[in-house]
Nanobody
Framework: QVRLVQSGGGSVQDGGSLRLSCAASDNNYRRDCMAWFRQAPGMEREWVAT??????PANYADSVKGRFTISQDKNALYLDMNRLKIDDSAMYYC?????????????????????WGQGSQVTVSS
């Protein structure tokens, strides 16, 4: 069974940068919609960014727009996080599904995603 394996994350000071990576355990695995979500303690899992190489431009939650960048190459999915804020502290999860999860009203809907990474902790301190 294919798994999404995450790496990266850690602790950083307010204003710093981190990169998250997410790779499929099977190199032949392909899904046309990839996304990042995050979940802070006691909070719902919230959408961060979505990318589909089929559709084109990425979509971002307003809270991270201009600071975070989602990208993908043949090896992995990435989330580059710049100008991090304390409110960005959370467990971050990558997710994958078919292209429909990246279209229209489905954007940001975590229930559309069937495959998830194990999570990467991001902690931003003052």
């Amino acid at each position: 069974q294919v798994r999404l394996v995450q790496s990266g994350g850690g602790s950083v000071q307010d204003g710093g940068s981190l990169r998250l990576s997410c790779a499929a355990s099977d190199n032949n695995y392909r899904r046309d919609c990839m996304a990042w979500f995050r979940q802070a303690p006691g909070m719902e899992r919230e959408w961060v960014a979505t990318f589909s190489h089929v559709i084109g431009p990425a979509n971002y939650a307003d809270s991270v727009k201009g600071r975070f960048t989602i990208s993908q190459d043949k090896n992995a999915l990435y989330l580059d996080m710049n100008r991090l804020k304390i409110d960005d502290s959370a467990m971050y999860y990558c997710a994958a599904d078919f292209v429909g999860a990246c279209r229209g009203s489905s954007i940001g809907d975590k229930s559309r995603f069937t495959l998830w990474g194990q999570g990467s902790q991001v902690t931003v301190s003052s």
